[in-house]
C-alpha cells in the first residue's frame, strides 16, 4: 500500500515543480526590474511556507490557487504588452 502512496506524492512533487518553474518563467516576463524581485521573492517565499504540506486536499488547493494566480499574471502582461 505505500508503494502507491509513493507514487501519487512523486506526481503530486511533479506538478508543485513545473507549477514553480511556470511561475518564475511568467515573472521572467514582467518588464520592471523592482516587480520582478518583488514577485519572485513572493513565490519564493510561498513554496518554501508550504513545502512540509502533507494533506493531499490542501496540496491539491495551493495547486489550484497558483495556477490561477498564474493565469492571472500571464493575462496582466498580455496586456501590459498589447
Do not use: C, H
Not at 520582478?36 to 513565490?43: E, I
Amino acid at each position: 500500500m505505500a508503494a502507491p502512496r509513493r507514487g501519487k506524492a512523486f506526481l503530486r512533487r511533479q506538478q508543485v515543480l513545473q507549477l514553480y518553474r511556470r511561475i518564475l518563467r511568467a515573472i521572467r516576463e514582467v518588464p520592471a526590474e523592482a516587480d520582478r524581485r518583488y514577485l519572485r521573492d513572493w513565490a519564493r517565499e510561498e513554496f518554501r511556507r508550504n513545502k512540509d504540506a502533507t494533506e493531499e486536499d490542501a496540496i491539491r488547493m495551493m495547486i489550484t490557487q497558483g495556477n490561477m494566480q498564474l493565469q492571472e499574471l500571464q493575462r496582466a502582461l498580455k496586456l501590459a504588452k498589447s
